[in-house]
């Protein structure tokens, strides 16, 4: 069974403060993503990784940052978290072979920023 | 990003009816995904459809690429109260993006 697992399904923090959103993938995927979903927006790509150690910004990466140490990691950063951000984060990842791409979720994380 | 056209937003049924859903996009895909997503959860694949013109069935969901490539449908028939949620699409051509439409909230009334 394929798994995404985000490190916290609810996280309450203050404004202002370093966030750290973790994601690990069992698939072996190289294609790493974190989403924010908001009412009436859908589905707003922040960031995404093809590779270890690379990274390429999605639409709204604007307050956000992401490392990727290890292929089935992935971390989102909030470097100074504001209340905009408050929000349910999806991580997701994807195989890069031809015929197989298919993204496949994690449970997602509603942070509230107060 | 691009955001896929899904309609419809939200569609209220009674139970043991059947429920269609499209997506419309206005550039080619080589891959349509369909996904549902219960409130409070991140979304799980449903359907994967890789081949123009494909039909694919899932118990009672049937999804189809289109011909053009650049349109997707769902169907569910005999609609049951669990089938309450959220279903979005996605599309995927080269690259490493996915696109997503903007979901179709499912309300089934028993």
């Known amino acids: 069974d394929v798994k995404v697992t985000q490190s916290s399904r609810y996280l309450v923090k203050r404004t202002g403060e370093k966030v750290f959103l973790e994601c690990v993938q069992d698939?072996?995927?190289?294609?790493m993503f974190w989403y924010r979903q908001d009412p009436g927006l859908g589905l707003r790509l922040i960031y995404f990784?093809?590779?270890?150690?690379?990274?390429e910004k999605g639409d709204i990466p604007e307050g956000y940052s992401v490392s990727r140490e290890k292929k089935e990691r992935f971390s989102l950063i909030l470097e100074s978290a504001s209340t905009n951000q408050t929000s349910m984060y999806l991580c997701?990842?994807?195989?890069?072979?031809?015929?197989?791409?298919?993204?496949?979720f994690g449970q997602g994380t509603r942070l509230t920023v107060v | 990003g691009q955001q896929l056209n899904q309609s419809p937003q939200s569609m209220f049924i009674q139970e043991g009816e059947d429920v269609s859903m499209n997506c419309t996009s206005s550039s080619i895909f080589n891959t349509w995904l369909w996904y549902k997503q219960d409130p409070g959860e991140g979304p799980v694949l449903l359907i994967a459809l890789y081949k123009a013109g494909e039909l694919t069935s899932n118990g009672r969901l049937t999804a189809q690429f289109g011909i053009t490539r650049k349109d997707s449908f769902l169907n569910i028939s005999a609609s049951i109260p669990s089938d309450v949620g959220i279903y979005f699409c996605?599309?995927?051509?080269?690259?490493?993006?996915?696109?997503f439409g903007t979901g179709t909230s499912l309300t089934v009334i028993p």
């Open positions: 996605a599309g995927h051509f080269t690259g490493n993006q996915f696109y």
């Open positions: 990784s093809y590779d270890v150690k690379m990274k």
């Open positions: 997701a990842s994807s195989s890069s072979a031809q015929g197989n791409t298919e993204a496949f």
């Open positions: 698939m072996d995927h190289e294609n």
